[in-house]
């Protein structure tokens, strides 16, 4: 409880908050809960968001100092407060646009701490927007106070934050006279965090940028200008480079194919010395039919109806090995990165050295 001495008109405002606190309580949950909804559906991801209602002992040392300024409780604009804490710095405006959509703006309490100067104030540029309900996006006739009560929004990034809280842990900015060392030290690394929000944002901008000249390239054929590496091998496997090999060998016993992940052929194409998505581009198209006589051989005598879709760049891959000198070793060695580490894999490579060894494409 307050212990504060307040004149009749703080006393006033303190009863109409506790009045309003099971609605700034009832807010407080559900606004955050609204705001990771529409997150997810912007494909927005934040490392966390965070609220608080203002405790009465709070608001009663506001009111002592500046009880005056408010005409009533709906005045304060931060007895409920929201933070937004977000991993890159370019997602505060993405962030800020969502509050936008969803809340009126008071532009003239909002604040942009960002534009600061100071060398001391990385910890403190958060964007603060003091927003409100619309009676349009949601309103209810049993607490129409909801749409009159203003509440606050910082949105920040995980450094900053993670600054402020140390600031806040050490007492700097507290007003007690720190010595000049610590200063010129707290400052340093202020800059040094700064520099490392600032790389993060760009690291991930040239990413995307890279991304889309990878997929860009791939739509075009420029297979031979992409080097091979878990973007570029993703996009390759959107154009199914394996589907016409997949598709003639299950026309052998006209079987289904089954979908599986491709992914894990990526570390067997880098272990075969690919380099560029040309290289494997190039190894499908020389070693294809020889992919189908081993898949004849497998398959020719059997009524499987289902086969998976590994099974093409599986024989491709064994096909390339076994023309390129790698032998048992070569086989097992894909057999290892394909399925994990076991002796059951020297057996298999052993099976395929030897059905394939009588195969035409083997005598060529």
Known sequence: MATQTLDPHSELLLEQYRSLLPVYSKMAEDIPERLKGFFAEAGLIVAAVEHRVKTESSLAGKLALKGSKYGSIYDITDIIGLRVITFYIDDVDKVASVLERLFEIDWENSVDKRKAHDTDSFGYLSLHYICRIPEAKYSDPEHPEINKIRFEVQMRTVLQHAWANMNHDTGYKSGVEIPTVYLR????????????????????????????????????????????????????????????????????????????????????????????????????????????????????????????????????????????????????????????????????????????????????
């Not at 003639?248 to 690919?274: C, H, T």
């Not at 009524?303 to 760049?313: N, Q, R, T």
């Open 185 to 364: 030290n707290l400052s340093r690394l202020a800059g040094m965090l700064e520099l490392a929000d600032d790389e993060f944002s760009r690291i991930r901008r040239e990413l995307a940028d890279y991304r889309r000249r990878v997929q860009s390239l791939v739509a075009s054929g420029n297979l031979s200008e992409v080097p091979l590496d878990g973007d570029s091998f993703r996009s390759y496997l959107t154009i199914r480079p394996f589907d016409a090999l997949n598709r003639r060998i299950a026309s052998l016993n006209q079987a289904e194919i089954q979908e599986v992940d491709l992914l894990n052929f990526l570390p067997v194409f880098k272990a075969m010395g690919f380099q560029t998505l040309g290289d494997i581009d190039q190894m499908v198209r020389n070693y294809f039919d020889a992919a189908y006589q081993i898949a004849c051989f497998q398959l020719g005598l059997t009524d499987i109806d289902i086969v998976a879709s590994s099974l093409a760049p599986q024989n491709l891959c064994t096909a390339f090995i076994l023309k390129n000198g790698g032998g048992k070793t070569g086989l097992k060695l894909m057999l290892d990165t394909l399925n994990g580490v076991s002796d059951s894999n020297a057996a298999m490579a052993e099976f395929l050295l030897e059905q394939s060894k009588d195969l035409p494409f083997m005598n060529q």
